[in-house]
């Protein structure tokens, strides 16, 4: 048994595949049509002997899937070389049933452990009644879920549900920018506060709006120019903080309690007070990315949840 301590991976399910069409990357136009027409006779096949032992009938090894994959998948990340194809608990299982211990757990999202018996029963049971509906209509799941989120902790009042880290980020800029205009309108004034303050090291995800408030350059240099008014700041030197915000100019203050990505650097219960304190008074909104790691510390420190993703939080104050 190897154990696995890969970092770095994809930590969602991709709702849509964006499909490129450049010559410098797919084959031909052709090529498209007979994939999405392919009735994959060398496909994954699972069948109940997969529970008890690898006699999972993939794509092929672990190689022929590695080299599948860079012909047909954009290249984002540079993958660890093994390919696994089903999981139980604590353990994994490559294409050619070698065994791992998962210590990695999707980076922070398969807290349960792979195939979680309830979890498969919860899913199937929802697949089989109703799988999707559109944000346009009610539904009850979507509900229940925040009654309980908001039920098991004390300071949330409601609940976004977002399909990813990054976009509860997105959420949250949006948030803080339109709490600002609101605020604007009520006293009066023509300019709301629209700028960002976030620190050294940090990471909010790699969506547009959350990578301006990302600071590794490497990350955002390819996409430049990114979202303006965004100030970073030295991670636990509040002196700094206190310069950087503005009355009137700064939205919100994003910081990580422990940041993740960065490194694994916990900030001082001090810092995250003072940070309260200089929102509190420069009429900023404080936002808790928790997304990597739910502190129950933090959440002590704080009163009200807006966003939330299930295994991660977002919390704006
Ligand atoms: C602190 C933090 N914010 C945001 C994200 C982005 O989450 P996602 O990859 O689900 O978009 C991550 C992902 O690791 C994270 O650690």
């Known amino acids: 048994m190897d154990a696995l301590v890969a970092a770095g991976g994809i930590t969602g399910l991709a709702k849509n595949a964006t499909l490129i069409r450049n010559p410098s990357l797919v084959h031909s136009q052709r090529f498209y049509a007979k994939a999405m027409a392919w009735p994959c006779p060398k496909g994954l096949i699972l069948n109940g002997a997969h529970k008890r032992s690898s006699a999972v009938a993939f794509w092929g090894n672990n190689q022929e899937v590695i080299d599948a994959e860079a012909r047909l998948l954009v290249n984002t990340y540079a993958r660890v070389p093994v390919v696994f194809v089903r999981g139980e608990g604590c353990k994994l299982y490559d294409a050619e049933g070698k065994e791992y211990l998962d210590f990695a757990a999707g980076i922070a999202v398969n807290a349960l452990g792979h195939a979680d018996p309830l979890w498969v029963k919860a899913v199937s049971e929802q697949a089989a009644t ?27 009042d409601k609940v976004f549900f977002s399909n990813s880290g990054t976009e509860a980020n997105e959420a949250a800029i949006k948030f803080s920018r339109k709490y600002q205009q609101v605020k604007a309108a009520e006293n009066n004034s023509k300019q709301a506060a629209t700028d960002f303050v976030v620190f050294t090291n940090s990471f909010h995800g790699r969506t547009m709006g959350a990578l301006a408030l990302t600071s590794k350059h490497k990350y955002r240099a390819p996409f430049e120019p990114l979202m303006p008014g965004v100030q970073f700041v030295e991670f636990g030197n509040l002196e700094a903080v206190k310069k950087a915000v503005r009355p009137g100019s700064t939205a919100a203050i994003f910081v990580e309690p422990v940041q993740g990505e960065g490194g694994i650097y916990p900030a001082m219960a001090d810092f995250l007070q003072g940070l309260r304190d200089v929102c509190n008074d420069a009429g900023a909104l404080l936002v808790f990315d928790e997304v990597g790691g739910l502190s129950s510390q933090t959440v002590i420190l704080l009163h009200t949840l807006v966003t939330c993703r299930i295994w991660g939080c977002l919390l704006i104050t």
């Open 130 to 156: 109703l799988a999707h509906v559109s944000n346009v209509y009610h539904s009850v799941p979507q509900v229940k879920l925040a009654e309980r989120l908001v039920d098991c902790t004390p300071f949330a």
